[in-house]
């Protein structure tokens, strides 16, 4: 997953073929990035106007990943961000 331009040029050259490679969609993908499966979406816009808060990206980033893979039930993953956040910001994220 990358949020940042730097972020992609910087490890996205070196990606497993077989991986998916979740970005924002205000990146620009790269041409090493042929081939692999890439799904753009607005990870850092829904952060913004959804719950106002651009930090807030990083949990945004984690749904839309459970969604993609289904890894876990959502009251799991709502329980897992949960331990990891501070106390005190739940509603928030």
Request: hydrophobic share 45%; net charge negative.
């Amino acid at each position: 997953m990358a949020l940042t331009q730097k972020a992609l040029e910087a490890y996205g050259k070196t990606l497993p073929e077989d991986c998916l490679v979740l970005i924002d969609e205000s990146l620009t993908e790269l041409p090493e990035l042929a081939g692999r499966k890439v799904v753009k979406l607005p990870i850092l816009r829904t952060a913004v106007e959804k719950v106002g808060k651009a930090m807030c990206a990083n949990i945004v980033a984690v749904g839309a990943i459970n969604k993609l893979l289904g890894l876990v039930n959502n009251d799991d993953l709502k329980e897992a961000v949960f331990m990891h956040i501070p106390k005190g910001t739940e509603e928030l994220n």
